[in-house]
């Protein structure tokens, strides 16, 4: 393909998914920080891979391609100690509210570790709300299949988060 | 950490707002990938690499068509076997009958080694000789 075409190509991608890639993404990392890596390396994986967009497995591929963008922005930003380098979100456990969002930033590092086909099964469930026939058609698998990914993935987070001591409540 | 309770952070998760400041940085972000693409582009050249194989590729045809056509050519006739039918009797030995015979027939080379050390006792002509001669 021609480069001013794929150009041309890039730039009707990129507005028809830009909505997506940033909801997506920022519900995923909820820091400017990271968001603003990932949504760096999403455009670029979407520049790289424009022939595997224009498929009939586009709809999936998107999907990949954030959640790609979303754990290699979320590695650059871990230290050697496996933790998040951004001390003011974990600064007061004893507040009610920063509890919470210190578990959501907790539950979203984990996301970012599950591998491709849990975590793409847990986004398309929990983050972007849809059916499960509608993630065994993105995943191109049968709908039990695609309730067994979510199950794993809900399983996996339960017991790398057992030793974090999260309260119930 | 329970599966319901893990659910419920899921889903609260998946209902986070999206700030005003996160469209903005996607935009940013959007701009720049265009515009470092954009400047990127690479400059079209008269000689790619599908241009210069198949030009090779041509020279070495035409090479080998040349030999092969050099290869299978046959000599020039000589003038003893060439048959002349005469046109017309009153003109057997006329100017051109003798011109298209003296044209078919291989022409002299150039003696072109000439030995100088064969001059070297020749008889020069001085000046002054031919002064007064």
């Known amino acids: 393909m021609r480069y001013s075409k794929r150009l041309e190509l890039f730039e009707k991608l990129k507005n028809e998914y830009i909505g997506y890639l940033t909801s997506t993404l920022w519900k995923l990392t909820c820091d400017t920080d990271i968001f603003d890596e990932a949504i760096q390396y999403a455009f670029l994986a979407v520049w790289m891979n424009l022939e595997k967009l224009i498929g009939p497995q586009a709809g999936a591929y998107i999907y990949r391609i954030a959640l790609s963008a979303n754990s290699r922005a979320w590695r650059n930003r871990i230290g050697k100690d496996s933790q998040v380098l951004k001390p003011n979100v974990l600064k007061n456990p004893a507040a009610g509210e920063t509890v919470d969002e210190e578990t959501l930033n907790l539950v979203r590092k984990e996301i970012a570790r599950l591998p491709e086909q849990q975590a793409l099964a847990i986004v398309m469930r929990y983050i972007d709300q849809s059916d499960y026939s509608v993630i065994a058609g993105k995943l191109d698998c049968s709908e039990d299949t695609a309730r067994s990914h979510v199950s794993k993935a809900i399983n996996t987070l339960r017991n790398n988060m057992a030793h974090l001591n999260i309260s119930e409540s | ?133």
Do not use: C
């Open chain 2, 1 to 133: 950490m329970n599966e319901e309770k893990l659910k419920q952070i899921l889903n609260e998760i998946g209902r986070t707002d999206i700030p005003p400041s996160a469209a903005l940085i996607a935009e940013r972000a959007s701009r720049n990938i265009s515009a470092v693409l954009k400047i990127e582009q690479p400059k079209h050249r008269f000689i790619t690499a599908a241009r210069f194989v198949a030009a090779a590729a041509l020279v070495v045809l035409a090479f080998y068509t040349g030999l092969s056509v050099g290869r299978h050519a046959k000599p020039l006739p000589l003038t003893e076997n060439i048959v002349a039918y005469k046109t017309s009797n009153a003109n057997a030995d006329s100017f051109w009958q003798q011109k298209a015979i003296a044209a078919m027939q291989s022409r002299p080379t150039v003696q072109t080694d000439i030995s100088y050390t064969e001059k070297l006792n020749a008889y020069k002509q001085y000046l002054k000789e031919k002064r007064y001669e």
